[in-house]
């Protein structure tokens, strides 16, 4: 029995975070319209593992979706490389390595479907925007479920991290002055910009690409597309 006052270590504290996100209107909005589209949620769908490798002190991602988590998780195995291992993608900040690396270093994490929560950086990483990183990888699986993406194609990568960063809140004003960044006209849209990016420069499909030109040519069409919400936080 997890005690919700004392948590005895990270995991139990990671439980109890996602027990309290999981009632946050906008994850039960997105949890519903995945189940309405016919993508079948893994049981269960989030998960709290250790992240941290021996040695290391900056997490390579916070939390993560692992590609193609519902029906098709084992066709995705067909289309991630090498080894034919799914992937995740990465709720990552500013300043990690990168995803293929990650991909690489985590791949004990990502033989499961669903969303990782890393729990041994909870504390330090997930506390300033924690329900935002939840809602973030939330986007990933609803484009997923809607889309069957190709998480091999750029442009649908960068059309995804547009959608996440802008619909998630993480680019909220009280959060960019909090990265340091306190430039007000444009601020939302800049915000969305550079973490899209981010991301994209952390795909291994992508990241020897133009992946600021990539982001721009998607960011119109992608940052107008507010589904399953009928505006941005």
């Known amino acids: 029995t997890v005690n919700k006052l004392f948590p005895a270590n990270d995991h139990e504290f990671c439980q109890i975070y996602v027990e309290s996100r999981i009632t946050d209107p906008r994850i039960v909005h997105l949890l519903n319209e995945i189940s309405r589209m016919g993508c079948k949620l893994p049981t269960p769908f989030f998960r709290c593992a250790p992240c941290l490798l021996p040695g290391e002190e900056t997490p390579m991602m916070t939390a993560g979706y692992v590609l193609g988590s519902f029906d098709r998780f084992n066709d995705i195995k067909k289309l991630n490389k090498p080894n034919s291992k799914p992937r995740a993608t990465d709720g990552l900040e500013e300043a990690t390595s990168s995803a293929s690396e990650s991909d690489y270093k985590l791949q004990h994490l990502l033989d499961k479907p669903g969303i990782i929560i890393c729990e041994d950086v909870l504390h330090k990483y997930g506390s300033m925007n924690s329900e935002n990183n939840l809602v973030h990888e939330l986007i990933h699986a609803y484009d997923d479920c809607r889309a069957i993406m190709n998480w091999a194609d750029c442009d649908q990568i960068a059309c995804t991290e547009i959608r996440a960063s802008a619909l998630s809140g993480e680019c909220r004003s009280m959060y960019e002055q909090l990265r340091g960044h306190y430039n007000v006209k444009g601020q939302l849209m800049n915000c969305v910009r550079r973490r899209a990016t ?22 119109d069409k992608c940052f107008a597309d507010l589904e399953p919400f009928i505006s941005r936080p």
């Open 198 to 219: 981010l991301s994209l420069k952390h795909s291994r499909y992508c990241q020897d690409q133009d992946c600021e030109e990539i982001v721009d040519r998607q960011f």
